[in-house]
């Protein structure tokens, strides 16, 4: 069975994950559902099975998937095999808790609330989904030739081109966060290494993607390019790279549960200073709590 995307639901989100079944498997990409052949025989080997193939799996997060047996059985054997959880948003209001708070902390969540009665709406989240799938798990995943039934049917998501790493654009003034391409470096008292300057540039290069690597409770963004970290300076609210990692490289990456946009709007937090990552008069700040000037967009 080649790699597939597995979508995890509970039966009372079925159509509207049927219709986002449709969708990705009419643009070519390879998906699993239970209902469009998934279970064939016993349900347990067949949901096993879906499992065990898996590049990717999704669940679709509401208080009833919570609280489903099957449902935890199914992401807990995702998790303990170590397939990338790409969870999805359908609840308002709702924060995942007990196993699948655990199980997603930390995950990026894509917003599909408030998705079902408005088609553009649909498609942007849709186009969202396909976007994270790619960035986490595009290089696992062979994409088949898609198949039309009519020419009036919607023009589904593309799987775009993986990117090197994640783009941060400021939803207000539209800069990038970008490593300086010229060598800008100054050592440190208290270790001696150097620090190169981190710039907010109005187009994207290649020095403004970051890879993103799991740590401790928290991410850490790479350099595509550098291989240099992201670092946050609280006492100069300076924005700088570093070639090692400390507690000043430790952020977390979260929702805007406040933008109803469905532009994959974010917020970057420092982990240490628990400030919010923000732009001020085309300036980098720490802020203490959250403001429009938090709001970064993914690219």
């Known amino acids: 069975m080649p790699a597939h995307i597995m979508l995890s639901y509970q039966w009372d989100s079925q159509d509207l994950v049927k ?56 992401l807990n054997y995702a998790d303990s095999r170590e397939v990338i959880i790409v969870p999805v948003m359908l609840a308002e209001d709702w924060e995942a808790s007990e196993w699948l708070g655990l199980i997603t902390a930390g995950l990026l969540w894509v917003d599909f609330r408030n998705a079902e009665g408005d088609e553009q709406c649909f498609q942007m989240c849709l186009q969202s989904l396909v976007e994270e799938i790619t960035f986490n798990a595009g290089h696992l995943l062979a994409r088949e030739e898609p198949q039309r039934e009519s020419v009036d049917h919607p023009e589904p998501p593309k799987l775009p081109v993986k990117k090197p790493g994640r783009g941060f654009r400021h939803a207000l003034t ?52 550098t291989h240099r970290y992201l670092s946050f300076d609280p006492v100069e609210n300076r924005v700088y790279s570093d070639g090692s990692r400390s507690g000043s490289e430790e952020w977390q990456l ?46």
């Open 174 to 225: 539209k800069l990038y966060i970008h490593e300086a391409d010229f060598t800008d470096e100054w050592p440190t008292e208290r270790t001696g290494e150097s620090r190169n300057t981190v710039e907010l540039r109005e187009t994207p290069g290649a020095r403004s993607y970051w890879e993103e690597i799991k740590g401790n409770g928290c991410k850490y963004f790479r350099n595509a390019i």
């Open 19 to 74: 219709k986002i079944y449709d969708s990705l498997k009419d643009d070519g990409l390879p998906v699993w559902m239970d209902i469009e052949g998934g279970v064939t025989g016993n349900i347990n080997d067949s949901m096993a099975a879906g499992v065990e193939a898996a590049a990717v799996i999704c669940p679709f997060m509401t208080p009833a998937y919570q609280a489903s047996r099957s449902c935890k059985k199914e």
């Open 254 to 299: 979260l929702v805007d549960q406040t933008d109803t946009s469905h532009r994959r709007a974010v917020i970057i937090k420092s982990k240490r200073s628990e400030l919010f990552l923000a732009v001020r008069n085309c300036q980098f700040i720490g802020l203490t709590s959250y403001t429009e000037d938090c709001k970064w967009l993914l690219d």
